[in-house]
C-alpha cells in the first residue's frame, strides 16, 4: 500500500517528516517496508511561466522556440517540442539548473543552432501522469514566478506499508490516517463519507438480481448518474493516483480508483446504455463461460467464480476486474456506479484460477466491512458531481443480508495488568481505544467495548482489545516481566543440552552453521540417486519445494555449491534440523520429524601458509577426526562399521556410525557423479546424525590428575587384511583392563614376503597407567600378555616377528 504524505494530512493534521512518522507507525504495528518520493526531489528553479511569443524554430519542423515570462528580469528562450504550446498560455517550466525526477539536472543547451534557457513541461515530466503528447497548460489566475509547487503537486514523500491479511483498513488513506493519528497524538479529521449529497431510498432506472446468495455476495449497492462528462481528471487527482502507483485514464475511471484509495472499497462504473436488458445479474459462472476483460484478454471462467451479468452474459469477474463490453468511453453520459462485499476466500480462488491479481481483488480477499459500500458511493457522489458535471438520481439500490450486529466485548482492568505486566489506567485504555474508531463506556471493573465494523475480521475478543491497547500504548514501554508458572522453573533437557554441546563443538571446530528449507525438490532425491519415499505437500509454494525433506545433505550441498560458486576453496558447513520420514501410522498420521546433525567439508583442511602451501584435503579421515571430536566432546563412545547402505557415499570410503552398538548416522566421502552434480569438483567428505537415537549421557565422572607415570611400548600385530581396525582397537582395549589408558594405532605395513598373502601389520601404541603406583615391569608384561593372548584367540592375530 502506497500511502502519498500530502494526501495523508489532508485528514491527519501531521507535523513530523515521512521518516519520523514511519518510526511512529511501526513501533504501533503498522509496518513501514520503505520511504520513496514521488516527484521532483528540489523544488527550486521550477516555476510558473506565461508564453508570451512562439515562432516556428529556423531549422526544425517540429521545434517552437517560445520567449516565455518566468518571472525575472527578462524572458527566456525555451525550445519546445510539443505541438500544443502557444502565446498567452500558463505553463510550467523548469529553469537551468532544475533536477528533474529522474535526477537529470537542467542545463542551458542548444536546440538545432538556438539556445534553450530552460524546459516547458508536460505531465509525465512531473510525474503527475503518463500524458506527453503536450505541455501541462495551467491556470491563467497564477503569476509568472509563482513556485510551481504552490499551483501544481509535483512533489510527495510515499510511505510504502506492509499490510497484514488481518487488517485490510489499512490498506486505505483514510485508515492509515486514523492510524497516525493514533501513533501521533495528532487531530484525525471528519471521515470524507460523513457528507453524502446522495440518497437513500428505491432507485429507478437499473435492476439488480442476486443469484449468487449472500454468502457470495454479502451486499451490493448502486447509484446512477446522468448527464455525465467524460474526460481528463484534474492534476491533483491524476498526481495523487501516480504516487499510489495507479495510471490516471479518465474522470470517471480515475474517481473510481481515487476512491477504492481513500477508502478501501472497490468500486465500479457501468456506463448505463450498454447494460443490456437494464437489469445486472449477480450469478455464478457457466463452465466455459468467456469474459473480455478491461485489459484486453478473453478469460474463460469456472463454475467456482461469481460474475456480474446483463442479458447477454458476463459483463464483470465479480471482484477482480470489469468486463470490455459495458466499460465507460468517451460517450459515455449516463453510468451505474457499483460497490459491493464478496466472500475473500472466493475471490481469492478466482484470482488465483484466472492469474489476474489486481488492487480491488487484494482488497475484496482480505474481507471488506459491508458498512463501506456507502462510504464508497459518497465520496463517488461528490466527486462524480464536482468533476463530471453529473446529476445523481435520488435513490440507492441497497441489495443483500441484514447488517450484523454490533460486537460488544468486555474489557477488564484486572485481565490488562495480569497480560500487560503494568497498570493502563481506564480512562487512558478509553482515550487510546477510540482513537482508533472503538466506542467505550465504563462497565463495571472495566469498559464496554464496541468493535466498529471494519475491524470485526480481527478483533473478536478481549485479548484482541488488550493487543490493541498495548501496541498503542507503546509496546516498548511495557517492562521485562517473567509469567507467572508456579514452582516452575526453566531448564534445556538432556537432548537439548547434547545437541547444543554437539552444535557449539562444530563451531569450535571453525564450522560455520546454515539453516536450510524444510522443503525439497522431487528431482532431490534423484541426485542423491535414492528412491526413499517422502511427506509430499498438498499445496506447495514451488515445485522445487514440494515435498519435506529426508536428510539434511540436500541443504548442506546447496549451500556447498553457492559458496564454491563465489569463490569459497575451503568449505565447512554444518546444519542441525529435523528431517520428515513418512510414517502414516504414527502418532501425527504423516510424519515422525528426529532432529539430525550433519556437517560437509571440502577444500583444504586448513589454510595455506608459508610452511605449507598447499594443505591436505578434506577427506574420509578429515571427516572422521571432526565426528570423534564431536562426539567425545559430549562424553559419548562411539564406533565405525565399514560400508554404508547409502547411495550416495562414495564406496570403499564410508562408514555406519555407531553407539552402543546402534547404528546412529552415516559417515564418508560424498560419490563424485554426486558432488559433480552440485558443481563441487573436489572431494567432498559428511557425515550425518539421527540426534533421536543417541541417549544424552549421564555427568561424566571426575577422573582425578594423576603424578604417577605412564608405561608406553608398541606392538606389532600382524592380522587379516579384512579385519577392520576399529575391531583389533576394541579387543585390545577390553584385554588390557583398567591398566590400559589409551591405544593408537600410528602405522600400518603390507608386505606379502614378509608377511605373507591377505595379512597385514598394524603398530599399536599402548599408555598403561595406574592412579595408586608406578607399574612394575611385570605389571604391565601381565596385561600385554593378556592382550597378545586376546588378539590371538579372537581375531587369528599374531605379533610380528622382529626380523
Not at 37 to 44: D, I, Q, R, T
Not at 197 to 206: D, T, Y
Amino acid at each position: 500500500m502506497r500511502v502519498p504524505l500530502e494526501w495523508l494530512r489532508e485528514y491527519c493534521d501531521l507535523h513530523m517528516d515521512a521518516h519520523t512518522l514511519a518510526q511512529r507507525l511501526a513501533l504501533t504495528g503498522t509496518e513501514v517496508e520503505r520511504v520513496e518520493h514521488h516527484g521532483v526531489s528540489e523544488l527550486e528553479h521550477f516555476v510558473v511561466g506565461h508564453v508570451l511569443e512562439r515562432r516556428k524554430h529556423p531549422d526544425a519542423d517540429r521545434l517552437s522556440v517560445c520567449m516565455v515570462d518566468t518571472g525575472g528580469s527578462a524572458a527566456a528562450q525555451i525550445v519546445c517540442g510539443a505541438p500544443n504550446v502557444a502565446a498567452g498560455q500558463t505553463v510550467a517550466v523548469a529553469r537551468p539548473g532544475a533536477v528533474m525526477p529522474d535526477g537529470t539536472r537542467l542545463r542551458r543547451a542548444k536546440l538545432r543552432g538556438i539556445e534553450s534557457q530552460g524546459m516547458i513541461l508536460s505531465e509525465r515530466e512531473l510525474q503527475i501522469s503518463d500524458e506527453h503528447t503536450g505541455i501541462m497548460v495551467l491556470e491563467q489566475a497564477h503569476a509568472p514566478g509563482t513556485p510551481l509547487a504552490d499551483v501544481a503537486p509535483i512533489a510527495t514523500d510515499v510511505l510504502v506499508l506492509e499490510v497484514t491479511p488481518n487488517r485490510p483498513d489499512c490498506l486505505s488513506i483514510y485508515g492509515v490516517a486514523r492510524e497516525a493519528a493514533a501513533a501521533t497524538g495528532a487531530q484525525l479529521r471528519a471521515a470524507p463519507w460523513d457528507y453524502d449529497p446522495g440518497s437513500l431510498g428505491e432507485l429507478h432506472g437499473i435492476e439488480v438480481l442476486n443469484e449468487a446468495g449472500d454468502e457470495l455476495c454479502p451486499r451490493f449497492t448502486a447509484r446512477i448518474f446522468d448527464g455525465l462528462r467524460v474526460g481528463p481528471s484534474p492534476l491533483w487527482l491524476k498526481a495523487r493516483l501516480m504516487a499510489c502507483g495507479q495510471r490516471p485514464i479518465s474522470n470517471v475511471v480515475d474517481i473510481t480508483n481515487y476512491v477504492m484509495l481513500l477508502t478501501g472499497q472497490p468500486m465500479h462504473a457501468f456506463d448505463r446504455e450498454r447494460i443490456t436488458g437494464g437489469r445486472l445479474t449477480v450469478r455464478p459462472a457457466l463452465d466455459g463461460e468467456l469474459l473480455a476483460t478491461l485489459d484486453g484478454q478473453q478469460r474463460t471462467l469456472s463454475a467456482s467464480m461469481v460474475v456480474i451479468a446483463d442479458a447477454e452474459g458476463a459483463t464483470s469477474a465479480a471482484g477482480v476486474m470489469g468486463g470490455g463490453r459495458s466499460e465507460v468511453s468517451e460517450q459515455t453520459t449516463s453510468i451505474v456506479s457499483e460497490a459491493a462485499t464478496w466472500n475473500g476466500p472466493n475471490i481469492h480462488a478466482t484470482s488465483q484460477a484466472l492469474g489476474l491479481r489486481s488492487e480491488a481483488s487484494s482488497r475484496f480477499e482480505k474481507g471488506l466491512a459491508a458498512e463501506q459500500t456507502l462510504w464508497a458511493q459518497a465520496v463517488a457522489t461528490r466527486l462524480f458531481q464536482d468533476l463530471c458535471e453529473a446529476r445523481v438520481r435520488p435513490g440507492t439500490l441497497d441489495i443483500g443480508a441484514p447488517p450484523a450486529p454490533p460486537l460488544e466485548i468486555h474489557l477488564r482492568d484486572a485481565r490488562i495488568e495480569r497480560l500487560l505486566g503494568m497498570v493502563i489506567p481506564r480512562a487512558r485504555c478509553r482515550e487510546l481505544l477510540e482513537t482508533i474508531g472503538f466506542d467505550a463506556s465504563d462497565g463495571g471493573d472495566g469498559l464496554d467495548v464496541t468493535v466498529p465494523d471494519f475491524r470485526r475480521a480481527d478483533v473478536t475478543r478481549e485479548a484482541d482489545l488488550i493487543e490493541e491497547v498495548a501496541r498503542l500504548a507503546g509496546l516498548e514501554r511495557l517492562p521485562a516481566t517473567l509469567p507467572a508458572r508456579r514452582a516452575a522453573v526453566g531448564r534445556l533437557t538432556a537432548a537439548q543440552r547434547l545437541r547444543r554441546r554437539l552444535e557449539d563443538t562444530l563451531a569450535a571446530q571453525g564450522l560455520h552453521e546454515i539453516v536450510g528449507w524444510s522443503f525439497a525438490a522431487v528431482e532431490q532425491a534423484a541426485r542423491l540417486l535414492e528412491q526413499h519415499p517422502a511427506v509430499e505437500l498438498a499445496n506447495p509454494m514451488s515445485s522445487e519445494q514440494s515435498r519435506m525433506r529426508t536428510s539434511l545433505l540436500g541443504s548442506l550441498l546447496d549451500a556447498a555449491a553457492r559458496n564454491r560458486a563465489r569463490g569459497a576453496t575451503r568449505i565447512g558447513l554444518f546444519e542441525s534440523g529435523a528431517v520428515y520420514l513418512p510414517d502414516p501410522d504414527g502418532p501425527s498420521g504423516v510424519a515422525r520429524e528426529p532432529h539430525h546433525l550433519a556437517a560437509l567439508v571440502s577444500g583444504p583442511v586448513r589454510p595455506p601458509s608459508w610452511r605449507e602451501q598447499h594443505p591436505p584435503q578434506a577427506d574420509f579421515f578429515a571427516v572422521k577426526g571432526l565426528l570423534g571430536a564431536v562426539l567425545e566432546s559430549a562424553g559419548i563412545a562411539w564406533q565405525l562399521v565399514a560400508g554404508a547402505e547409502r547411495p550416495f557415499l562414495h564406496p570403499g570410503r564410508a562408514a555406519t556410525v555407531e553407539v552402543a552398538g546402534a547404528s546412529v548416522g552415516w559417515l564418508g566421502e560424498i560419490h563424485p557423479r554426486v558432488a559433480g552434480d552440485w558443481d563441487l569438483d573436489e572431494a567432498v567428505a559428511a557425515f550425518e546424525l539421527d540426534l533421536s537415537t543417541i541417549d544424552p549421557p549421564g555427568p561424566q565422572a571426575f577422573t582425578d590428575l594423576v603424578s604417577f607415570p605412564a608405561v608406553r611400548e608398541d606392538l606389532a600385530i600382524v592380522v587379516p587384511e579384512s579385519l577392520p581396525a576399529g575391531e583389533l582397537v576394541a579387543v585390545i582395549a577390553t584385554a588390557g583392563g583398567p591398566l590400559l589408558q589409551a591405544s593408537e594405532i600410528f602405522d600400518v605395513f603390507r608386505d606379502e614376503q614378509r608377511l605373507g598373502a591377505g595379512l597385514k601389520s598394524v603398530a599399536v601404541r599402548l599408555s598403561f597407567r595406574a592412579g595408586d603406583r608406578t607399574l612394575t615391569d611385570e605389571e604391565v608384561a601381565r596385561q600385554r600378555n593378556l592382550i597378545v593372548v586376546a588378539v590371538e584367540n579372537q581375531l587369528g592375530g599374531r605379533l610380528r616377528d622382529a626380523g
